[in-house]
């Protein structure tokens, strides 16, 4: 995936989100949830439910774009890049054939819009496994975890919020954690609580 | 190969920073090395297993956002729907002040007070058991006002009073009927001299009053309201005075 600039305006957006504010982040969602369900209704014809989920997939799939690095500068706005990931989704939506009649008459043509991260993430075995494992693992792993893979902070920011020296103890750190994870999944005794 | 040295190609390509030598020798120890391969694999999958929690932990939060802003918005158009309706209900009821302070504004035309407060007095007269009603012609000329037939009322109670004039009480019904007949004139004459009856004096007042309006004579009837209206006993001083507000 060819890397994705932005509109120089909304850098600090990048930069906001990359800091894990999810205050900020629940604040852009719902800037733009309106205007996104009327466009989705009214070239669509999709109903509200329907683009209730599709603007959370898009979402979703804008903000992995940012912290996985595919959206390191903006070169339109914010809200132009989710409705260019919003077709894309809404477009998939309609191939499996049962109701796309609407209007591609807009300007939301942005090949680049990605919304892959959906099908990378959406099934895995082990997240059950590993949600109860993480309820055992206790601390500091548990804060490192959920940092780095929850709120996908950089490992700068975790030896800061750990009060690491450096971010190769925190990056050490954490790979202790993998480890120890690994063997609890290997072990019978927590296989088994 | 050192397991140390392992560990560290490990954590790097999991923390994606091999540098270009590292990657060769990864990928060299990968081919060459099955229980590193196998190492790297379960890494790889851990920490796949852990992106997902992580997707589903924010898919989690965005649902909540969703909800959320659908709770708001429901609020906010309930609130604007209340709002609509106080709004409406409000333009409405202004709408209706407006339209009865216009209805009663404009019924300050005299005929139209005149309709809006006048009845026919009741019978006194046939219900009391007067001493007169042996009188053929008082009892149906009364009978005559009770039915509304006020021309044969007012033709019967003339005759009487041509016979009787000091019977005030006759004259009062007679001086109505004619009111109802438009007989103005005649009308005022038998309302004023009904006003010597002691037991009629009153309703005389009121019908002379209402008389006026009906008659367009309205300085006439505002005098007769005036009087009407100060004196706190009289038994339509209430009415007597709402009149006057509208009259002016």
């Known amino acids: ?193 | 190969m050192e397991d140390e040295r392992k560990e560290q190609l490990l954590q790097n390509y999991l923390d994606n920073k091999l540098t270009t030598k590292e990657t060769a020798e990864f990928n060299k120890l990968i081919k060459e090395d099955n229980e590193f391969a196998a190492d790297v694999q379960a890494f790889e999958t851990l920490d796949h297993g852990l992106s997902s929690l992580g997707y589903q932990h924010l898919k989690n939060d965005v649902k909540s956002w969703e909800k959320e802003w659908l709770k708001d918005t429901t609020d906010e158009t309930k609130t604007q729907s209340m709002f609509s309706f106080y709004s409406v209900a409000a333009v409405i009821l202004i709408l209706i002040s407006v339209g009865i302070i216009f209805y009663y504004n404009s019924s300050t035309d005299p005929q139209e007070l005149f309709a809006q407060n006048y009845t026919p007095y009741q019978d006194m007269i046939l219900q009391r058991g007067s001493d007169d009603v042996e009188n053929q012609s008082l009892t149906e000329g009364m009978q005559a006002y009770n039915m509304q037939q006020y021309d044969l009322a007012a033709n019967k109670l003339n005759h009487y009073l041509s016979s009787f004039p000091s019977e005030y009480g006759a004259a009062l019904y007679l001086g109505i009927s004619q009111m109802e007949l438009d007989n103005f004139d005649s009308s005022e004459q038998n309302l004023v001299l009904a006003m010597n009856d002691p037991m009629f004096t009153q309703q005389s007042q009121w019908y002379l009053s209402l008389l006026y309006l009906k008659s367009e004579q309205t300085e006439k009837a505002r005098e007769k309201l005036i009087e009407i209206s100060l004196n706190k006993d009289h038994y339509k001083s209430k009415e007597a005075s709402d009149i006057l507000e509208k009259l002016d």
């Not at chain 1, 309106?34 to 109903?47: L, M, N, P, R, T």
């Not at chain 1, 940092?147 to 050490?172: G, R, V």
């Open chain 1, 1 to 193: 995936m060819k890397e994705i600039k932005l509109a120089s305006e909304d850098v600090d957006i990048l930069q906001i989100i990359k800091s894990g504010d999810r205050s900020y982040l629940k604040d852009l969602y719902q800037k733009h949830r309106k205007e996104f369900g009327q466009w989705a209704i009214k070239h669509y014809q999709v109903d509200d439910e329907t683009a209730g989920e599709v603007y959370q997939q898009t979402f979703i799939a804008f903000y992995y774009n940012i912290i996985e690095g595919k959206l390191t500068q903006m070169k339109s706005t914010t809200k132009t890049y989710l409705f260019a990931i919003g077709k894309n989704l809404l477009r998939e939506h309609f191939k499996t054939g049962k109701r796309f009649t609407g209007s591609t008459d807009d300007d939301f043509e942005f090949k680049e819009a990605d919304n892959s991260i959906h099908e990378k993430y959406e099934q895995s075995e082990l997240q059950e496994t590993l949600q109860e494992l993480l309820k055992k693992i206790g601390e500091p792993c548990k804060t490192v975890i959920e940092l780095f893979y929850y709120h996908h902070y950089s490992m700068d920011s975790i030896a800061s919020h750990l009060n690491y020296k450096t971010e190769q103890i925190a990056a050490k750190r954490k790979f202790i954690c993998l480890k120890q994870l690994r063997t609890m999944m290997e072990d019978p005794q927590f296989k088994m609580s």
